[in-house]
Each structure stands twice: as structure tokens, then as C-alpha cells.
């Protein structure tokens, strides 16, 4: 639909359609008028991996987005539920939202929600089961840290045991965006022990930080050195995104310099989270889980 053929519409009447790379432009003018950042690269990713929707606005661009990336027929991660500041606060969200669950077809659902969007979620069902804090910083890991052994740069061959492991964690088939990381990501990092891998980690650069995640672990220990290597010849801040179940990271983390910034509410929808999420401990994005 063109925005010529919706002039003079109300946005309540326009129908919700399925966007594409030609509509990045307006997803990234979009977030920047909620005050987000235009994350291009993130939103490349999404595009590849998931199905963004969108609401045309009558006056042009987009009045609201919503993506939703499946993992499989049991698990979906929602992001990306924007909408123009000229267009709150009249039922555009809560309609976004209602159509990606009809999309979902039952699957159960997770996002990670600020508290301007907490009480949408709340109304179309989701509830809250933990807090994903946001930290931010130059990340200095002293020379323990790096001493994990087993570390090493990822090879292609390697992508087969990533996709297992990740499966593993997140309880769900994720083959898609695993076997993307080695092209989206400025390092992955595996840990090799007995000639198997067990445990890997990637490092994205993001507008204005450089974002840890995923990383999959078996220990505590084993994310810290993960993490340490990936942070390792980095200049400037890291991000990671860690939740609370992964208390002694976050301490460490806080240790080497890597303050909190914000934190959001982990929702869900449907069920419980599925896998061995201990094991995962930063995702590649709240976006994507």
C-alpha cells in the first residue's frame, strides 16, 4: 500500500502489512522518533531472521512496527513494538502486538519490556518472570580472566556444534540465526575441550557500543573467560545484557568496570521459557533473545 492510497485515512484504518528491506529507511526514522537508536545492522538482522510488520502513517513513513522472529513452531521472540509519538496512545500498539500473536499461532512468546510498553504487554497477556539489566562500559578483564583454557577463534566447521549448543540453552531450533553470527559478528570466540566444542560467544558492533552476546556456557567461569576475550582490543564500551539469573557475571562484570544502565521487565506469553537457560548467559539482543 502506497501512502498515496491511504491519504486522508485515519491510522486506525490502516491495515497492518508485512514490511521489507526497502521500508529499513522509515524503521530507522521511526526509532528516532521514539528516541532509540537508527541500529541498522540490527535491523538488517531482523529483517533476515524474522517478520517485521508495519502501519503506514497517512502523512508518510511509518506510524508503527513489530517484529517477531520464530524459533521453530514452540518459541518467538517479539521486538521492535514502536510507534510514532504523533500516533500513542490510540490502540496502534495493542493492534501490533494482537497480530503478532495471531502470527505466532500458539507459540509461546518472550520480550524484554521498558515500562512505558510494561502495560501494554500486560493486557494482551504477557507476565513478567525476571529483569534484564543493561550494562554498559569499557570492559578491563585482568590477565585471570583471560586464562580459561581452550579459547579460541571460531572456524566454520565449528558452526554445527554453535547451533547444538545454542539449542540446547534456549530450548529451541535456532539454526538460522546461529549460523548467521560468524558473518554479523565482529568475533566469535568458541571453547574447544577434548576435541569438542562446549561453550561459545560472539561480539557485534552495534551504533555506539560493542554488544556481547550470545554466550553460551557451561559455568560462570566459562563465561567470564568468553567474555574477557571477546571484550579483549575492544575501544570503547561493551554491552551486555544480563539477567538475574546470572548474579556472580553481573557482579564480576560491575568488578571490571561495566556499570548497570537500564533495566527492562523479561515477559512472556503462552508458557515458560524452554531449554537450559542457565547456560545462557548474554543473548545476541534483547530483540532476539
Do not use: Q
Not at 20 to 31: E, H, S, T, W, Y
Not at 170 to 187: C, D, H, K, Y
Not at 207 to 225: C, F, H, L, Y
Not at 266 to 271: A, E, I, P, S, Y
Amino acid at each position: 500500500m502506497t501512502s498515496t492510497s491511504i491519504e486522508g485515512m485515519s491510522v486506525n484504518d490502516v491495515p497492518i502489512r508485512a514490511l521489507d528491506l526497502g521500508d529499513l529507511r522509515d524503521c530507522l526514522l521511526l526509532a528516532v522518533d521514539r528516541r532509540w537508536l537508527p541500529e541498522e545492522a540490527k535491523w538488517r538482522l531482523l529483517f533476515d531472521i524474522g517478520e517485521v510488520y508495519g502501519v503506514d502513517d497517512p502523512a508518510g513513513g511509518l506510524a508503527g512496527t513489530a517484529v517477531v522472529a520464530r524459533y521453530g513452531p514452540g518459541l518467538a521472540a517479539v521486538s521492535m513494538v514502536l510507534v510514532a509519538a504523533r500516533h500513542g496512545r490510540k490502540g496502534l500498539g495493542r493492534r501490533l502486538m494482537l497480530h503478532v500473536i495471531e502470527r505466532a499461532a500458539g507459540a509461546t512468546l518472550f520480550l524484554t519490556a521498558t515500562e512505558y510498553g510494561r502495560t501494554l504487554y500486560e493486557r494482551v497477556g504477557f507476565t513478567e518472570i525476571g529483569t534484564v539489566v543493561t550494562h554498559t562500559g569499557p570492559l578491563a578483564p585482568l590477565p585471570a580472566d583471560l586464562a580459561c583454557e581452550g579459547i579460541r577463534p571460531a572456524r566454520p566447521d565449528d558452526v554445527e556444534a554453535m547451533v547444538r549448543l545454542d539449542a540446547e540453552a534456549s530450548g529451541a531450533p535456532r539454526a538460522e540465526l546461529v549460523s548467521r553470527l560468524p558473518a554479523f559478528a565482529e568475533r566469535v570466540r568458541v571453547v574447544e575441550r577434548d576435541g569438542a566444542v562446549v561453550g561459545f560467544g560472539a561480539a557485534w558492533r552495534n551504533v555506539d557500543n560493542v554488544v556481547i552476546g550470545p554466550v553460551v556456557a557451561e559455568s560462570t567461569a566459562m563465561a567470564v573467560g568468553l567474555v574477557s576475550h571477546l571484550a579483549a582490543g575492544v575501544h570503547g564500551p561493551v554491552r551486555l545484557d544480563l539477567d538475574d539469573r546470572h548474579a556472580d557475571l553481573t557482579a564480576w562484570a560491575v568488578g571490571r568496570g561495566v556499570a548497570p544502565a537500564f533495566s527492562t521487565a523479561l515477559m512472556v506469553h503462552g508458557g515458560p521459557l524452554p531449554g537450559r537457560r542457565d547456560r545462557l548467559f548474554t543473548p545476541v539482543m534483547v530483540a532476539l533473545g
